[in-house]
């Protein structure tokens, strides 16, 4: 396994390694502390190694994982010893963990082993130029390296390895087509909704997911690459594991129909369907299927995880579309009870990502400790980051039945569908080593097999229909059709001379970084700039007119000594829904600003600090808990919604721009309605006071409102006549995602977004099953500014997930960054790469 890509940084010479990776042989180590854990090794075959810099036990620790990603051991401590500083430093291109037959294994006594220690190969691959340094590092820890050419060498299954390497790619593409036909040659036959506790007729597209998802859960077939042999033994032919045990099927996959075709409908007819207790479910043709569910089985509830706004989705499903009181639901959000029995006692319990990831480590969860019998992850990309606390709680999930659910399955690059394959239990795609291996690598190569095998195994798991497709074919579902424009604006003579003076201190603040290490040490000093600009073209009262007082003139200056720079900082965070911690690469959950003002979550940086580092990941300035401050909270002068309807403030370019188009869509169709997207908070408070003027009925939705006010804010906006009301203002994190609000027919993108496909997921709020109008989508954009450049980012995207799902050509993540910053700031025009 490639263990070094399982942790970030990249090794001082990296750039010095040349020519491919190859088998540079194999040591004889052992698996220890296997008593520690309950998960084993399943017979002979290969194991995962992890490098596990962050261990509080041993920073060298390198640990081992069965092919079910379940941890069983690790490598002892002296041989971690000497393997690790290897990976770190990235001479070591990747270790491959086997455990051999005892009928071959050289230099091994049978005796040696206990019943928790298990003798284990680790085949190293190493670029050409770092062989000899590897070698001496070998010697001197008398460790004896097996080369391909040593006599036992042959005797062993690391013969099989070699050869596996030299083997054409054909093989292994071979093995990936035949599963791709093999899964893709089923009839499914289209199922009706249980009608004792679905009320509404399902759509014939939902008709065919709900017989998808019935013949992947109750299909009996071995897992994808699993096959059976004629002496009973199984084996996943593309890694050539074997066990006496047959493999439980993959009862689950991933439903990734396009955004608006009533993915929800479809579940909850699923989730019905295990609930329905009548003599047998029908199928479309009327063909009686097998009884669901025996009265006798007991509780099997199912457990769906989403984002807090899309809970009223669910919430709104629920009451249009089911009988009252046909499925028992909790909602295990607020307060919420701590036994497991009660929640048993349920269909379908809701629940957030968030208080999945918050009770990860409680050990009196009862959310980890039930059997739950299937899981719905509902916006699953919302856990593309496979480090994120979030993303491990899903995965440790207890389940029969495991389902992704996402409209953008892929939204930045192809690796964003890891953890997704980690959460199925997908084996061998489960561990990030194959999945690199196999997928990512050959992708980033711009190696064609790579994109094929992506198809297949997708092809293997997953339903992926859309709304709309080319003139040729039929769209899924008879939609009013959408339109998508950008509006240009200009700048006032006043606001140019501003935004201008601004952006050319910012880009003189760039430059004065200097290199690119620099640069990401400063990279928090440099999204804040960006940040600054950004909002700029919203709204000249949205920031500080002066480049200083945004920033610290020191970005060493410590916040211990000045709470004003703390509150700065705070302040900072909480007007750009964009920012991320630099450790996990998600929002942070409680935010913490270092006394060197560099912004993580508090769990991701108390784990730094345990290790043995103790330095801040970005400047490397030493950091103790007496250097971690929790951001204040900022609270708005105008959160409550009321507004200053009476401010005689002059009305932004932009501001202006959209009450005229708000104004002319009202003259042609008095009824219409509209949503604002902004992803400044800030923004939709300023904008309540010149909308109501104008004589709009207004609504927001923003992220700081609880669930309650999100679904009665969700419930006013839908209804209709004469005083209802016309416009909302919505917050794309409130409201991106699994919210309804088909009430409106056109859309206003205040601002554009890093990622394309955060906007998609805005306009089909609107543009969803539902719709009767036609969808007019209007993006606003201020001409020769940064919002230009961010859509010549998004076209970059948008063309690396549709050509390659995100290939990168090679190049350095921390060299693609630095563009992406430097053309944000209109140095290096047209030159930025993609860092997603």
């Given at each position: 396994?490639?263990?070094?890509?399982?942790?970030?940084?990249?090794?001082?010479?990296?750039?010095?390694?040349?020519?491919?990776?190859?088998?540079?042989?194999?040591?004889?180590?052992?698996?220890?502390?296997m008593?520690?854990?309950?998960?084993?090794?399943?017979?002979?075959?290969?194991?995962?190694?992890?490098r596990?810099?962050?261990?509080?036990?041993?920073?060298?620790?390198?640990?081992?994982?069965?092919?079910?990603?379940?941890?069983?051991?690790?490598?002892?401590?002296?041989?971690a010893?000497?393997?690790?500083?290897?990976?770190d430093?990235?001479?070591?291109?990747?270790?491959?963990g086997?455990?051999?037959?005892?009928?071959?294994?050289?230099?091994?006594?049978?005796?040696?082993?206990?019943?928790?220690?298990l003798?284990?190969?680790?085949?190293?691959?190493?670029?050409?130029?770092?062989?000899?340094?590897?070698?001496?590092?070998?010697?001197?820890?008398?460790?004896?390296?097996?080369?391909?050419?040593?006599?036992?060498?042959?005797?062993?299954?690391?013969?099989?390895?070699?050869?596996?390497?030299?083997?054409?790619?054909?093989?292994?593409?071979?093995l990936?087509?035949?599963?791709?036909?093999?899964e893709?040659k089923?009839?499914?036959?289209?199922?009706?909704?249980?009608e004792d506790?679905?009320l509404?007729?399902?759509?014939?597209?939902?008709?065919?997911?709900?017989?998808?998802?019935?013949?992947?859960?109750?299909?009996?077939?071995?897992?994808?690459?699993?096959?059976?042999?004629?002496?009973?033994?199984?084996?996943?032919?593309l890694?050539?594991?074997?066990?006496?045990?047959?493999?439980?099927?993959?009862?689950?996959?991933?439903?990734?129909?396009?955004?608006?075709?009533?993915?929800?409908?479809?579940?909850?007819?699923?989730?019905?369907?295990?609930?329905?207790?009548?003599?047998?479910?029908?199928?479309?043709?009327?063909?009686?299927?097998?009884?669901?569910?025996?009265?006798g089985?007991?509780?099997?509830?199912?457990?769906?995880?989403?984002?807090?706004?899309?809970?009223s989705?669910?919430?709104?499903?629920?009451?249009?579309?089911?009988?009252?009181?046909?499925?028992?639901?909790?909602?295990?959000?607020?307060?919420?009870?701590?036994?497991?029995?009660?929640?048993?006692?349920?269909?379908?319990?809701?629940?957030?990502?968030?208080?999945?990831?918050?009770?990860?480590?409680?050990?009196?969860?009862?959310?980890?400790?039930?059997?739950?019998?299937?899981?719905?992850?509902?916006?699953?990309?919302?856990?593309?980051?496979?480090?994120?606390?979030?993303?491990?709680?899903?995965?440790?999930?207890?389940?029969?039945?495991?389902?992704?659910?996402?409209?953008?399955?892929?939204?930045?690059?192809?690796?964003?569908?890891?953890?997704?394959?980690?959460?199925?239990?997908?084996?061998?795609?489960?561990?990030?080593?194959?999945?690199?291996?196999?997928?990512?690598?050959?992708?980033?190569?711009?190696?064609?097999?790579?994109?094929?095998?992506?198809?297949?195994?997708?092809?293997?798991?997953?339903?992926?229909?859309?709304?709309?497709?080319?003139?040729?074919?039929k769209?899924?579902?008879?939609?009013?059709?959408?339109?998508?424009?950008?509006?240009?604006?200009?700048?006032?003579?006043?606001?140019?001379?501003?935004?201008?003076?601004?952006?050319?201190?910012?880009?003189?603040?760039?430059?004065?970084f200097?290199d690119?290490?620099?640069?990401l040490?400063?990279?928090?000093?440099?999204?804040?700039?960006?940040?600054?600009?950004?909002?700029?073209?919203?709204?000249?009262?949205?920031?500080?007119?002066?480049?200083?007082?945004?920033?610290?003139?020191?970005?060493?200056?410590?916040v211990?000594?000045?709470?004003?720079?703390?509150?700065?900082?705070?302040s900072?965070?909480?007007?750009?829904?964009?920012?991320?911690?630099?450790?996990?690469?998600?929002?942070?959950?409680?935010?913490?600003?270092?006394?060197?003002?560099?912004?993580?979550?508090?769990?991701?940086?108390?784990?730094?600090?345990?290790?043995?580092?103790?330095?801040?990941?970005?400047?490397?300035?030493?950091?103790?808990?007496?250097?971690?401050?929790?951001?204040?909270?900022?609270?708005?002068?105008?959160?409550?919604?009321?507004?200053?309807?009476?401010?005689?403030?002059?009305?932004?370019?932009?501001?202006?721009?959209?009450?005229?188009?708000?104004?002319?869509?009202?003259?042609?169709?008095?009824?219409?309605?509209?949503?604002?997207?902004?992803?400044?908070?800030?923004?939709?408070?300023?904008?309540?006071?010149?909308?109501?003027?104008?004589?709009?009925?207004?609504?927001?939705?923003?992220?700081?409102?609880?669930?309650?006010?999100?679904?009665?804010?969700?419930?006013?906006?839908?209804?209709?006549?004469?005083?209802?009301?016309?416009?909302?203002?919505?917050?794309?994190?409130?409201?991106?995602?699994?919210?309804?609000?088909?009430?409106?027919?056109?859309?206003?993108?205040?601002?554009?977004?890093?990622?394309?496909?955060?906007?998609?997921?805005?306009?089909?709020?609107?543009?969803?099953?539902?719709?009767?109008?036609?969808?007019?989508?209007?993006?606003?954009?201020?001409?020769?500014?940064?919002?230009?450049?961010?859509?010549?980012?998004?076209?970059?995207k948008?063309?690396?997930?549709?050509?390659?799902?995100?290939?990168?050509g090679?190049?350095?993540?921390?060299?693609?960054?630095?563009?992406?910053?430097r053309?944000?700031?209109?140095?290096d025009?047209?030159?930025?790469?993609?860092?997603?």
């Amino acid at each position: 396994m490639d263990a070094s890509s399982s942790h970030g940084g990249g090794g001082a010479g990296d750039d010095a390694l040349h020519g491919e990776p190859y088998l540079l042989g194999f040591i004889v180590s052992k698996i220890v502390g296997m008593r520690h854990y309950f998960a084993r090794v399943d017979g002979h075959g290969s194991v995962g190694l992890v490098r596990e810099p962050l261990n509080t036990y041993d920073v060298n620790a390198i640990a081992v994982y069965n092919t079910r990603d379940e941890k069983v051991g690790h490598l002892p401590a002296p041989v971690a010893k000497v393997l690790a500083p290897l990976l770190d430093s990235h001479l070591l291109a990747g270790v491959h963990g086997l455990v051999p037959d005892w009928g071959c294994r050289p230099k091994i006594n049978r005796s040696d082993f206990k019943p928790h220690i298990l003798p284990c190969q680790v085949h190293l691959f190493a670029h050409p130029d770092a062989a000899a340094v590897i070698e001496v590092a070998l010697y001197e820890a008398e460790l004896e390296l097996i080369h391909p050419n040593h006599p036992e060498f042959a005797l062993s299954q690391a013969a099989a390895v070699k050869e596996q390497t030299k083997k054409a790619d054909r093989d292994v593409d071979k093995l990936f087509s035949l599963v791709g036909r093999k899964e893709g040659k089923a009839q499914i036959q289209p199922v009706e909704a249980p009608e004792d506790v679905v009320l509404s007729e399902l759509f014939d597209h939902q008709k065919e997911a709900l017989g998808w998802m019935v013949h992947r859960e109750e299909s009996e077939d071995l897992p994808p690459f699993w096959e059976e042999s004629e002496d009973g033994i199984f084996e996943n032919v593309l890694i050539n594991q074997k066990t006496e045990e047959r493999r439980p099927p993959l009862k689950g996959g991933i439903f990734a129909d396009d955004m608006g075709l009533g993915k929800t409908l479809t579940l909850l007819s699923l989730i019905g369907r295990t609930k329905a207790r009548n003599v047998g479910v029908k199928t479309a043709e009327g063909a009686k299927r097998r009884k669901v569910e025996d009265a006798g089985e007991g509780p099997r509830p199912t457990l769906v995880v989403c984002p807090p706004s899309v809970i009223s989705s669910w919430v709104t499903q629920l009451e249009e579309h089911l009988d009252p009181g046909s499925l028992k639901v909790y909602m295990y959000h607020g307060e919420r009870t701590r036994d497991p029995k009660e929640l048993l006692k349920h269909d379908l319990v809701l629940t957030t990502y968030r208080i999945l990831g918050t009770e990860f480590e409680q050990e009196d969860s009862p959310v980890k400790h039930i059997e739950w019998f299937r899981v719905i992850l509902d916006e699953a990309h919302v856990i593309k980051n496979s480090a994120a606390r979030q993303t491990k709680a899903v995965i440790a999930l207890n389940a029969e039945r495991r389902w992704v659910v996402t409209g953008t399955p892929i939204q930045n690059s192809s690796f964003d569908l890891y953890p997704l394959m980690a959460f199925l239990k997908f084996q061998p795609f489960s561990m990030k080593n194959y999945w690199q291996k196999l997928i990512q690598r050959p992708l980033e190569r711009g190696n064609k097999t790579g994109l094929s095998r992506l198809q297949n195994i997708l092809g293997a798991i997953s339903l992926r229909r859309l709304k709309e497709t080319d003139i040729e074919t039929k769209s899924m579902v008879e939609l009013p059709p959408k339109t998508v424009s950008e509006c240009y604006i200009d700048l006032s003579e006043e606001e140019r001379e501003i935004y201008d003076r601004m952006e050319l201190e910012g880009k003189k603040k760039m430059q004065e970084f200097g290199d690119r290490d620099s640069i990401l040490r400063n990279y928090s000093t440099v999204l804040y700039i960006i940040l600054r600009l950004r909002q700029l073209c919203d709204d000249v009262s949205l920031c500080p007119l002066d480049v200083k007082s945004w920033l610290p003139s020191n970005s060493l200056e410590d916040v211990s000594k000045n709470p004003e720079l703390l509150k700065k900082l705070a302040s900072l965070v909480d007007d750009g829904d964009d920012f991320d911690c630099p450790i996990c690469l998600s929002p942070p959950t409680k935010t913490v600003i270092t006394s060197c003002t560099h912004i993580y979550c508090q769990t991701c940086i108390m784990k730094i600090l345990k290790s043995s580092s103790s330095r801040c990941p970005i400047c490397r300035r030493s950091l103790s808990k007496e250097d971690l401050f929790l951001a204040p909270e900022v609270k708005h002068s105008d959160e409550d919604g009321s507004g200053n309807t009476e401010s005689d403030r002059p009305l932004s370019s932009k501001v202006q721009t959209l009450l005229k188009l708000l104004k002319t869509s009202q003259n042609e169709d008095p009824s219409s309605k509209s949503v604002v997207f902004s992803q400044f908070k800030k923004m939709l408070i300023l904008l309540e006071a010149p909308l109501k003027n104008a004589g709009f009925n207004i609504l927001r939705l923003d992220g700081s409102m609880s669930l309650r006010k999100r679904l009665q804010v969700i419930k006013q906006f839908a209804h209709g006549g004469p005083d209802s009301p016309t416009v909302l203002l919505a917050s794309l994190k409130a409201a991106g995602a699994g919210v309804n609000l088909t009430a409106a027919s056109t859309v206003y993108l205040f601002e554009p977004w890093w990622n394309p496909g955060v906007e998609e997921q805005a306009m089909d709020r609107v543009h969803r099953i539902g719709q009767k109008k036609e969808v007019r989508v209007v993006r606003l954009i201020v001409k020769d500014s940064i919002e230009e450049r961010i859509l010549s980012l998004q076209e970059k995207k948008k063309r690396l997930i549709s050509s390659a799902f995100g290939k990168k050509g090679g190049k350095d993540d921390k060299e693609v960054r630095v563009e992406e910053l430097r053309m944000m700031l209109g140095l290096d025009k047209g030159k930025a790469g993609c860092r997603w």
